[in-house]
């Protein structure tokens, strides 16, 4: 081989490492990229299930509030209001009749 092809080689050979130098430099940029966007999945997916978990609480609390009302309209239904009225009868009972017999 004569001393230009010799040269002409190694040109090519160079400018072969360094495209494959900056291919070598984007795969390494994208496989950086990748892992950022797993971490932002992963920080989503956190607050996902932070979100669920508040959702499941406030749920609960839902529940537990319409207990506690139903247990007290149970005893408004039930016990107040017989309360009230036998209280009422008891008052028009004591207006009505007479305090000292006749």
Do not use: W
Not at 13 to 35: F, Q
Not at 60 to 70: G, M, P, R
Request: no cysteine.
């Amino acid at each position: 081989m004569s001393k230009k092809a010799n040269q002409d080689t190694e040109t090519l050979l160079r400018n072969i490492y360094e495209r494959l130098g900056r291919i070598e430099a984007i795969v390494n940029d994208i496989k950086e990229d990748i892992n950022k966007m797993n971490m932002y999945i992963n920080s989503l997916e956190d607050r996902v299930r932070e979100l669920e978990d508040s959702r499941t609480s406030i749920l609960k609390d839902i529940e537990a509030v319409k207990t506690k009302y139903n247990i007290l309209d149970t005893v408004i239904k039930f016990i107040i209001f017989p309360l009230i009225g036998i209280l009422g009868a008891l008052i028009g009972v004591k207006l009505v009749l007479p305090t000292t017999p006749p």
